[in-house]
């Protein structure tokens, strides 16, 4: 069992295979958008081997993100041979859903188990604006056909950002009323432009779910995935609604994650520059156990909480190069 310096159990790593992506979500991208080159992105063998030595350490969850995972090709093989991995138990994948539609019974097969998927507006002109493409119904149509697949329960994530969407909240709890869906309400993270995308484009949580509760009643339920959204019934409704509060509330106690970003750094913290090259010692043969010895390291080095509350601590990776 992987522990780190605060005896969190480290148990779930969260890959971004990509830092290209299909949409340029106002807030997520830069204008001076750079992508890596290609040779600098860790090959699949390569994430697959790191998998299996995390596999050999403790972790259990497998989340692919990106920039856009399902951009890259042939990600249905890299699904297959993880989830061939010894003590992997379970395959999610992070996606804005605009290709999921054609690519779910694939992806099924190959054994993913679970889908998020990011939509910030309900609106197809607002989500056109947001992201730059005009795709909101390939999203619609990603996420009736992974309800169709059986991959359960589909989440939705929405980042809510003052005078952008916020006056959306009532439509996407709605979904939950009427599909057995969970719709995750993600604080925004103003990790940009701080002219364009600073601290006052935050909308809290607390206001979020006081907006919801002034239409809907609430009952708290149990996260059974045991991640950092506080998880809530609408009562009379099918589904859930839930809010990840990464800027107004400590998620950190119940941490229990590692990042590796596209192009093989290790990140301990999502709200830290700090991050440790693994595709060194990958591309120069480093042993297994070499590995394995610098990846228990980096999980020494998770600190306990990375940031005063309200205090932005602007990473120079965007969360496009993360993965969220
Ligand atoms: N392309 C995939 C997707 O859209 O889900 C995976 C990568 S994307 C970076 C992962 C998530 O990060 C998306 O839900 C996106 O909305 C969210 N995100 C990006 N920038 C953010 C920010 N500044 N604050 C909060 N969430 C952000």
Sequence with gaps: ???????????????????????????????????????????????????????????????LTG?????RKNISYLIEEINKIEGIEDIALTTNGVFLGEKVTELKQAGLKRVNISLDSLKKDRYEFITGVDA??????????????GLYPIKINTVIIK???????????????????????????????????GPSK????????????????LEPTVNQHKGPAKMFKIKGGKGEVGFISPMSTHICSEC??????????IMPC?????????????????????IMAFIKGV??????????????????RSLRNIGG
């Design 299 to 316: 999980i020494k080095e998770k600190p306990q909480r990375k940031y005063e509350l309200g205090q932005i601590k602007k990473c120079q």
């Design 256 to 265: 229990n994650r590692i990042r590796l970003t596209s192009d093989g750094m």
């Design 67 to 71: 920039g856009e995972p399902l951009v």
């Design 163 to 197: 005078g952008f969407n916020d006056d959306e909240i009532i439509d996407f709890a709605s979904l939950a009323m009427k599909w057995d869906i969970h719709v995750r309400f993600i604080e925004f993270m103003p990790f940009g432009d701080p002219d364009l995308w």
């Design 270 to 290: 999502l709200f830290s520059d700090t991050e440790y090259d693994v595709k060194k010692l990958i591309r120069e043969n480093a042993s297994n156990e070499e």
């Design 1 to 63: 069992m992987l522990k780190d310096n605060f005896n969190r159990v480290i148990n779930y790593l969260r890959i971004s295979i990509t830092d290209r992506c299909n949409l340029r979500c106002r807030y997520c991208v830069n204008e001076n958008l750079q992508f890596k080159k290609h040779d600098e992105i860790l090959t699949y063998e390569e994430i697959i081997r790191f998998v299996k030595l995390c596999a050999n350490l403790g972790i259990k969850k497998v989340r």
């Design 202 to 217: 935050i909308v809290t949580s607390k206001k979020v779910e006081e907006v919801i509760r002034t239409v809907f009643d």
């Design 136 to 149: 909101i119904n390939d999203v619609f149509t990603g996420i009736k056909r992974s309800i169709e697949e």
